[in-house]
């Protein structure tokens, strides 16, 4: 429930900033590592080498 409401709050944080920066602005947003929620039995995201950990979200694209 916790990572719901946390999506949840960075969606409108995100759409404050698409609405602050200027016209033709490129704004990409990624992650340094991922996360395991019981996949395997764990969670966090270390010290074990697991292919979620590897695994980072990537969005990019022109604003407007």
Known sequence: ?????AV???????EELFD???????ITITS???ELFG????FG???IQHDKVME???V???LR
């Open 1 to 5: 429930h916790r990572q719901i409401e």
């Open 8 to 14: 949840r709050y960075l969606d409108g944080v995100v």
């Open 20 to 26: 602050l920066v200027p016209k033709n602005t490129y």
């Open 32 to 34: 340094d590592h991922g």
């Open 39 to 42: 996949e395997d039995g764990y």
């Open 45 to 47: 995201h270390g010290p």
């Open 56 to 58: 980072v979200f990537f």
């Open 60 to 62: 990019e694209g022109k």
